[in-house]
């Protein structure tokens, strides 16, 4: 019994150092990731590549780095690695400096598939233990998390255009430095993550223990279903928003390109705000509700801002951006929650198919784009948040337990 309670006393509070910890690891690895597309007009005219070798490469990156993820999440399900981040970092590194000094387009398909083996290995990885480490507020730790893949994500150009673009595609190498950075950052979490898992075993041999599913497995099958269609609905529309933009501005308002990047930077900051907000509200209020009002709440400014001008689109697009960020913590969170012991398959797979749809997508609006003009992407992709609607069949899993 005292194994059992040094377990609970471990994970009964949210150790936030090691939140900290996984926010800053997950802003340094995304901000590796960024790295990649930031550098393709450098690559792209360093070795002679058409647009389609360029798809190619990003093809390669995308295939690692999300249909991967599920695999490694089940992996680690069945036998946890306390080195499972530094490994996958590992891979990045070697992968950052590979793409810094490859010649050949094999090569470089090479470097891009190691980042995206690390992507897939830290993403369900990080996030299992950042769950693990929230505790009860698992919303909020899930936020502070993901807010820090956010940032990472967006300030990687700003890095590349100061430090690789004056130089040459060779100066990528400095970005080890936040790869060594990353490493120390995840010194902490190691350390927790070993301990846990020493508690954990100990008190698997001294007593018989077993964790029910919420729903039978029919109807798990049939609900994980309904959030895949809510990431899609989700997913489409954010990569109009993030890919295309600042395109629309400058087509619709003959905005600056300059212009452009400053209000597309006030919609990177709403998503950024809408993460961090989502998952604490879904603890205190529970994970549907949150799902249900972020995507489907996004309808009325989805809708109306093809129909505004500059000023109110500019705020619109903050609104669409915030209420629909908020709903990814609740989603993963609760497909967590539907199969409690697969955290890292369940991590994997929602990462892993959350990046596969919006590169896709980003792929098929461009064409659409190009057939029809990027007004009419804004008119189509407005409607897809009214696929939030399905929501309705989410069964009430807060319910359910406090009725057991």
Not at 36 to 56: C, N, R, W
Not at 140 to 161: D, R, T
Not at 203 to 210: G, I, L, M
Not at 230 to 241: E, N
């Amino acid at each position: 019994m005292s194994f059992l309670k040094k377990l609970h006393r471990l994970v009964e509070m949210p150790a936030f150092h090691v939140l900290l910890a996984l926010s800053a690891a997950h802003c340094l690895n995304d901000l590796l990731q960024s790295v990649i597309t930031a550098v393709y007009p450098m690559l792209k005219e360093d070795l002679g590549l058409s647009f389609g070798q360029i798809g190619l490469i990003t093809l390669v990156y995308q295939l690692a780095a999300s249909i991967f993820q599920p695999v490694v999440g089940y992996a680690f399900d069945r036998r946890p690695f306390v080195g499972s981040l530094p490994a996958g970092m590992c891979c990045t590194a070697a992968g950052i400096l590979m793409f810094a000094f490859c010649s050949t387009l094999p090569g470089i398909l090479a470097a891009v598939f190691m980042v995206g083996i690390g992507s897939a290995t830290l993403h369900p990885e990080a996030s299992r233990i950042t769950s693990l480490a929230g505790h009860e507020r698992r919303g909020f730790a899930q936020s502070v998390f993901q807010v820090g893949g956010n940032f990472g994500g967006s300030i990687g150009p700003l890095l590349v255009a100061v430090i690789v673009a004056p130089h040459g595609r060779r100066y990528v190498a400095f970005f080890l430095i936040f790869a060594a950075l990353c490493f120390w950052a995840m010194t902490p979490i190691c350390r927790w993550y070993g301990r846990y898992l020493r508690e954990l075993r100990t008190a698997e041999n001294s007593s018989e223990s077993s964790v029910s599913l919420p729903l039978s497995k029919r109807r798990t099958i049939f609900v994980i279903a309904v959030i895949i269609l809510l990431i899609f609905s989700k997913y489409i529309y954010m990569a109009s928003l993030s890919s295309y933009y600042t395109f629309y501005l400058i087509d619709r308002f003959g905005v600056s390109v300059s212009q452009s990047q400053i209000f597309l930077f006030v919609f990177v900051v709403s998503t950024a705000i809408g993460t961090l907000v989502g998952g604490p509200v879904g603890d205190r209020y529970g994970r549907k509700a949150v799902i249900w009002i972020s995507i489907l709440g996004t309808a009325p400014f989805s809708l109306l801002m093809p129909h505004v001008g500059l000023a109110l689109t500019v705020v619109l697009s903050f609104c669409a951006g915030f209420m629909l960020s908020s709903a990814f913590p609740a989603i993963l969170l609760y497909a967590q929650e539907l199969l409690p012991t697969k955290l890292g398959m369940i991590s994997g797979l929602f990462f892993g198919f959350a990046f596969g749809v919006g590169g896709i997508a980003s792929a098929v609006l461009g064409s659409l784009a190009d057939s029809y003009g990027i007004e009419a992407v804004y008119n189509f992709c407005a409607y897809t948040p009214l696929l939030g609607v399905v929501a309705a069949f989410l069964p009430d899993l807060r319910a359910r337990r406090a009725g057991n």
